[in-house]
């Protein structure tokens, strides 16, 4: 089973971007889809998590009304939609899953795409 994020880009301050994140196939282990970023000298940081069977969704303060993750069903995907983008937005964007239905720190997640870079200027 394979993760597939794409839609990074570069942008200007206060612009939008949305991530997709494709797996190969689901499996039972796959309960919670997550997006985490790192930035240059950072550690990878948790951005928002979905229950990919209830929906149930969770963010880091951070990004907390102004990015919305959601997942399509019949697609084997979930997004990222980043709105209002800041300077400090700039990171590659990860997406991975977990067996738990909810989980902010890396260690819980077992199965990492390969990271797609967002880059904001002002």
């Known amino acids: 089973v394979q993760l597939q994020a794409s839609g990074g880009g570069s942008v200007q301050y206060g612009d939008s971007l949305r991530l997709s994140c494709a797996a190969s196939?689901?499996?039972?282990?796959?309960?919670?889809m997550g997006w985490f970023r790192q930035a240059p000298g950072k550690e990878r940081e948790f951005v928002a998590i979905?229950?990919?069977?209830?929906?149930?969704?969770d963010y880091a303060d951070s990004v907390k009304g102004r990015f919305a993750i959601s997942r399509d069903a019949a697609k084997n995907t979930f997004y990222l939609q980043m709105n209002d983008l800041k300077s400090e937005d700039t990171a590659v964007y990860y997406c991975?899953?977990?067996?738990?239905?909810?989980?902010?720190?890396?260690?819980?997640?077992?199965?990492w795409g390969q990271g797609t870079q967002v880059t904001v200027s002002s």
């Open positions: 991975a899953t977990t067996p738990l239905l909810t989980a902010r720190d890396k260690s819980s997640f077992n199965l």
């Open positions: 979905i229950s990919w069977r209830s929906g149930r969704k």
């Open positions: 196939a689901l499996t039972t282990s796959m309960n919670g």
